[in-house]
C-alpha cells in the first residue's frame, strides 16, 4: 500500500485529490495539512512514502518547505505555475515529481507510482518544456534594466531605493519589475529570488 499525504492551503483541492487517490486499491491517504506550519509539526510522525506539496502555501513557500521533509519522503510538487525554471529549482532541491494542479486523474495516480517505485514523474508538456528551455532560458529573455532590477531586488532593494539608485522613476522601475515577473512567471520577489539567486553571476 502507497501511503500519502496532501499538503495544499485549498480545502477543495486535498478533498478532489483525496478522492481519486483513494478509489484505487493501492493508495491510501493517510494526512492532509493545510499549511506548513502543521507539516512541520505533523508529517514526521505519519511517515508517508509519498507527499504531494503545494509550492504556494500561505505561510512558507514549498520549495522551502519541500527542503525540510525528512528524508525517505518522497514529494511530488503541485502548482499552477509551471514555469520551466520553478519546475528546475523543485527538482534541484530534491522532488521527484512536478504537477500542474490542471493534470488529469490518471497523471496523478500515475505520478504517485512512478515516484514510489523510485522514478521521477513528469508531465510531458512540462517535459518539452525543460528540455526546450536548455537552449531558451526565461532568464535571457530580460533586457538589460530588467536584469539590473532583478538583481538590486534579489539583493533586497525596494523600488524607491532602486528608483533612486539607477536614476529612474518609481513608475519605470514598477514597469520593469512586472514585466520581468511576467517573463519569468513568477508573483513575487520571494519566487524571483528562489529562480534567479543561481543564475545571476
Same mark, same amino acid.
Do not use: W
Given at each position: 500500500?502507497?501511503?500519502?499525504?496532501?499538503?495544499? @492551503?485549498?480545502?477543495?483541492?486535498? /478533498?478532489? +485529490?483525496? $478522492?481519486?487517490?483513494?478509489?484505487?486499491?493501492?493508495?491510501?491517504?493517510?494526512? *492532509? +495539512?493545510?499549511?506548513?506550519? *502543521?507539516?512541520? $509539526? !505533523?508529517?514526521?510522525? %505519519?511517515?508517508? @512514502?509519498?507527499?504531494?506539496? @503545494?509550492?504556494?502555501?500561505?505561510?512558507? !513557500?514549498?520549495?522551502?518547505?519541500?527542503?525540510?521533509?525528512?528524508?525517505?519522503?518522497?514529494?511530488?510538487?503541485?502548482?499552477?505555475?509551471?514555469?520551466?525554471?520553478?519546475?528546475?529549482?523543485?527538482?534541484?532541491?530534491?522532488?521527484?515529481?512536478?504537477?500542474?494542479? #490542471?493534470?488529469? /486523474?490518471?497523471?496523478?495516480? $500515475?505520478?504517485? #507510482?512512478?515516484?514510489?517505485?523510485?522514478?521521477?514523474? %513528469?508531465?510531458?508538456?512540462?517535459?518539452?518544456?525543460?528540455?526546450?528551455?536548455?537552449?531558451?532560458?526565461?532568464?535571457?529573455?530580460?533586457?538589460?534594466?530588467?536584469?539590473?532590477?532583478? *538583481? %538590486? %531586488?534579489?539583493?533586497? +532593494?525596494?523600488?524607491?531605493?532602486?528608483?533612486?539608485?539607477? &536614476?529612474?522613476? +518609481?513608475?519605470?522601475?514598477?514597469?520593469?519589475?512586472? &514585466?520581468?515577473?511576467?517573463?519569468? &512567471?513568477?508573483? !513575487?520577489?520571494?519566487?524571483?529570488? !528562489?529562480?534567479?539567486?543561481?543564475?545571476? /553571476?
Amino acid at each position: 500500500m502507497i501511503n500519502v499525504v496532501l499538503i495544499d @492551503d485549498h480545502m477543495i483541492v486535498r /478533498a478532489g +485529490f483525496s $478522492q481519486l487517490l483513494s478509489l484505487e486499491e493501492d493508495i491510501q491517504v493517510i494526512g *492532509e +495539512f493545510g499549511s506548513a506550519k *502543521e507539516t512541520r $509539526q !505533523n508529517l514526521p510522525r %505519519l511517515k508517508p @512514502d509519498i507527499c504531494i506539496l @503545494d509550492i504556494s502555501m500561505p505561510d512558507e !513557500n514549498g520549495l522551502s518547505l519541500l527542503q525540510d521533509i525528512p528524508s525517505g519522503i518522497r514529494c511530488i510538487m503541485l502548482s499552477v505555475n509551471d514555469s520551466d525554471l520553478i519546475v528546475k529549482k523543485a527538482l534541484e532541491l530534491g522532488a521527484k515529481g512536478y504537477l500542474s494542479k #490542471r493534470c488529469s /486523474a490518471e497523471e496523478l495516480i $500515475q505520478a504517485v #507510482r512512478t515516484v514510489y517505485a523510485g522514478g521521477v514523474y %513528469l508531465m510531458p508538456e512540462l517535459t518539452t518544456k525543460l528540455v526546450s528551455s536548455r537552449h531558451n532560458s526565461p532568464i535571457e529573455q530580460l533586457t538589460k534594466r530588467e536584469r539590473e532590477i532583478c *538583481e %538590486l %531586488l534579489i539583493q533586497g +532593494f525596494d523600488a524607491k531605493e532602486i528608483a533612486d539608485k539607477l &536614476n529612474l522613476s +518609481f513608475k519605470t522601475v514598477h514597469v520593469h519589475r512586472a &514585466n520581468a515577473m511576467s517573463k519569468l &512567471n513568477v508573483k !513575487n520577489n520571494v519566487e524571483l529570488a !528562489n529562480l534567479l539567486n543561481p543564475q545571476i /553571476a
